[in-house]
């Protein structure tokens, strides 16, 4: 009797300390219509999340296909005489800014978002500088480096000054990211006492190369005036392509994404635009506050945290974008789109 009791506790004490119950994952029925972006969007999910839990290679999805919106769940219950306390850990690590460098790039290197590093180091925009210090949260994922020269640890920091005069569109930040210098030392060298500057003025740059010789710089040609007939040429390239399907990753008139659309209707009419994202575009433009037709209008926290949409501004408080699953006119006043706005941007383009 003693025997049966020992093994009918045992049991029960095994089972309590090792038992398990599993969550399915959420799923949703296609509807005629429906891109994977239309329903992460609607399931506060991402494209890529939809792709890797549902085992898909591409974005073509079909009519009463069932797509899991949520990754299953397991939880194991524990004994009762043992508790088990989990808590939320991130580190906190300090990152210098490089060249090129975006708070957005900067937030997908840590796991973290745009917003967090902005309220870590009270920063009230998103300006910022090569050899800048960052409080950064989270752990930091491998990633790709940023390309460098390595440079002999001999080789003498070299200074030298030379001029440069602002053209349309220019700020102090750009002009300092081209120069390798900082906003700060723009203002000491030219005993400015505001960040604003003029079209025309000549400012001195005391340009910093670590191998004795001095920065390559390009000069922008900035978006031309709304009365230009490139802008025009740009416009019309760009509802001559309205209906055309949303496609991921698509730069050409088959399918579009949003930056594929950019890309593709810009070099159309004639500016020498790269095939980047969102974040690369934001990066090769400088912030407006009064837009003209042509400028692009960025968007954040849709899919993904930080920039992450973006569309050209076609008066009457307007844009066209590859958004949703065609390529359509929107207006800023839109619920979701006008909640989603970061700003108006013009694209430094070049020659």
Known sequence: MRKIFFTLFAATALSMAIGTSSTEASTYTVKPGDTLWKIATSNNTSVNQLLQWNNLSSNSIFPNQSIKVSAASTTVATSPKTTVSTTSVSSTNTYTVKSGDTLSHIARLHSTSVSSIQQLNKLSGSNIFPNQKLVVSGKAVTSAPTPTIKVPATAPTVSSTSTYRVVSGDTLTNIAKRYNTSVS?????????????????????????????????????????????????????????????????????????????????????????????????????????????????????????????MGIFIGNNSFIHAGGDRVQITSLNDKYWGSKFDSYQRLNVMK
């Open 185 to 309: 030392q723009l203002m000491s060298s030219n005993s400015l006492k505001s960040s604003s500057i003029r079209v025309g003025q000549v400012l001195k740059v005391d340009v910093k190369s670590a191998t004795g010789s001095l920065v390559p710089v390009s000069n922008p040609v900035v978006t031309p005036p709304v009365n230009s007939g490139a802008i025009s040429t740009l416009i019309a390239s760009a509802n001559s392509f309205l209906g055309t399907p949303y496609k991921w990753g698509g730069s050409a008139p088959g399918g579009f994404d949003c930056s594929g659309y950019i890309y593709y209707v810009y070099n159309q009419a004639g500016f020498k635009v790269p095939r980047t994202n969102t974040t690369g575009f934001y990066a090769l433009s400088s912030p407006v506050s009064s837009p003209e037709i042509g400028d692009l209008v960025f968007f954040k926290n849709t899919y993904r945290p930080g920039i992450s949409h």
